[in-house]
């Protein structure tokens, strides 16, 4: 059961312009939502994140937007970069047992071309 | 370095051979999890420890899995028997609360 959807799946945005992630999920549980960035051989690196209380988070050229009565939420890279070229997982996790069990999306490649 | 580190980063194995990885957490993380990651898709959530108690496995995690975090520091992941449907990135990940640190990964290619 996938309970982390998201789209596109990949992604091609010219120097400069705005990469737009979406993602939706099912579990109204979910308390956390973070997003990663990951690059080829590379372990996930924590990006930006956002509480289900807050609709918007910035942090530099990241923002999440987060709309809970859609369940939905994105990820907006302003004036991307070649840099930022790499694999961004959103994902959602549930607290309980005094962790959070986190479950991701399938990811979406973003080539950022010059 | 004071990140999550984790050994081998590769490893190549012939099926149903026995093989073990190790991860060693940011030191002041007491929560610790394993992940593993096929091609083209997310993480999935393998285990998890607080301290050296594992308190949650997923379905994932098959007879032929087992992990452990002795003293509460650094923790192996075997895989016994391997199959080729072993293969994947056996990712290692710590935490104190929300905010989960992961490591670079081991590799694994069952032949």
């Known amino acids: 059961q996938q309970q982390v959807k998201q789209s596109p799946q990949s992604l091609i945005v010219q120097k400069g312009g705005i990469s737009i992630i979406n993602c939706a999920y099912e579990?109204?549980?979910?308390?956390?939502f973070p997003w990663y960035q990951q690059f080829p051989g590379k372990g996930p690196a924590l990006l930006i994140a956002?509480?289900?209380?807050?609709s918007e988070k910035k942090e530099g050229r990241f923002t999440i937007s987060f709309n809970k009565s859609a369940k939905q939420f994105s990820l907006h890279i302003m004036d991307s970069q070649p840099g930022d070229s790499a694999t961004y997982f959103c994902?959602?996790?549930?607290?309980?047992?005094?962790?959070?069990?986190?479950?991701f999306g399938t990811g979406t490649k973003l080539q950022v071309i010059p | 370095d004071t990140g999550v580190s984790q050994n081998p980063r590769h490893k190549i194995t012939k099926r149903g051979q026995n093989v073990t990885f190790r991860c060693d957490p940011i030191?002041?993380?007491?929560?610790l999890y394993w992940y593993r990651q096929t091609l083209g898709q997310g993480p999935e959530f393998l285990t998890y420890?607080?301290?050296?108690?594992?308190?949650?496995k997923s379905r994932l995690l098959s007879d032929r899995f087992s992990a452990e975090r002795p003293k509460g520091s650094f923790s192996t992941l075997e895989i016994q028997r391997t199959e080729q449907g072993d293969s994947a990135m056996y990712l290692c990940?710590?935490?104190?609360?929300?905010?989960?640190?992961f490591g670079p990964g081991t590799r694994l290619t069952v032949t």
């Open positions: 579990n109204t549980a979910f308390d956390y």
């Open positions: 990940a710590s935490s104190t609360r929300y905010e989960q640190y």
């Open positions: 994902a959602a996790s549930v607290g309980g047992g005094g962790y959070q069990k986190v479950t």
């Open positions: 956002i509480r289900p209380d807050v």
């Open positions: 030191s002041e993380h007491n929560r």
């Open positions: 420890f607080q301290n050296e108690a594992q308190l949650e």
